[in-house]
């Protein structure tokens, strides 16, 4: 089966633009989560879906957004992007309610400039 | 507190195995992973253990779990270069809500040298 895809694979954008990552998860995991991947910070969490639902959050701030559509695909949002937003961003899907542990897509490289 | 620590590198010659150490510091986490990162690419989920086990064996593979002292291990038998990548140790702890909490570690740079 197919696994989670995210698009683009690759970005690069200027300081103060906004950007849109995306996200589909493998067929029947409703669960949508994101993560931001730095050298320096690791893994991040920056939030979780599910039936369109924000289940929960991270530590980010507002400029980081995201929403999930009924067929379970997710994108984020970052706006006025700033050179320290530069990262690997991770899509995992899940089952939900199960501890199964999660299925990472490839991630989508944004670098700010 | 929440805390996932490992080291940052281990450097084996193939063939040898290679040991990956991990401590956490939530006792109430429910399972325990390992994933696997090579460049340009996601995590991959090797194994994971329940909490209440205290080993799990997968083909190479060797999880080891002292819930005591909070400490996990990954044993890779016979360690080719194909096994060099990054890997992460991570917990997951359930919400009251019923969904979970993912913890990672920092991860540990694994070299595996010809």
């Known amino acids: 089966k197919a696994g989670v895809t995210q698009t683009p694979r690759y970005l690069i954008k200027t300081r103060g633009q906004q950007v849109t990552l995306s996200c589909s998860p493998i067929?029947?995991?409703?669960?949508v989560s994101w993560y931001q991947q730095t050298p320096g910070q690791g893994l991040q969490f920056l939030f979780e879906y599910f039936s369109e639902t924000q289940r929960n959050k991270g530590n980010f701030p507002g400029r980081f957004s995201g929403r999930q559509f009924s067929n379970s695909r997710s994108e984020m949002n970052v706006s006025t992007l700033e050179l320290g937003d530069s990262a690997l961003y991770l899509c995992?899907?899940?089952?939900?309610?199960?501890?199964?542990?999660?299925?990472f897509g490839s991630g989508t490289r944004l670098t700010v400039v | 507190g929440e805390d996932v620590e490992q080291s940052l590198f281990l450097s084996v010659r193939e063939g040898d195995s290679s040991v990956i150490n991990c401590t956490y510091t939530?006792?109430?986490?429910?399972?325990l992973y390992w994933y696997k990162q090579e460049p340009g690419a996601g995590l991959q989920l090797l194994t994971y253990i329940f909490s209440n086990m205290d080993m799990k064996q997968d083909q190479r593979l060797t999880v080891l779990l002292n819930k005591k002292d909070k400490h996990l291990s990954l044993r890779i038998a016979d360690t080719q270069t194909g096994d060099s990548a990054i890997y992460f140790c991570?917990?997951?702890?359930?919400?009251?809500?019923?969904?979970?909490?993912?913890?990672f570690g920092t991860g540990t740079r694994l070299k595996v040298l010809a």
């Open positions: 067929s029947g995991h409703r669960s």
């Open positions: 939530d006792s109430s986490s429910t399972y």
């Open positions: 991570a917990e997951s702890i359930r919400r009251v809500s019923g969904t979970y909490k993912y913890i």
């Open positions: 995992a899907s899940s089952v939900p309610g199960t501890a199964g542990g999660y299925t």
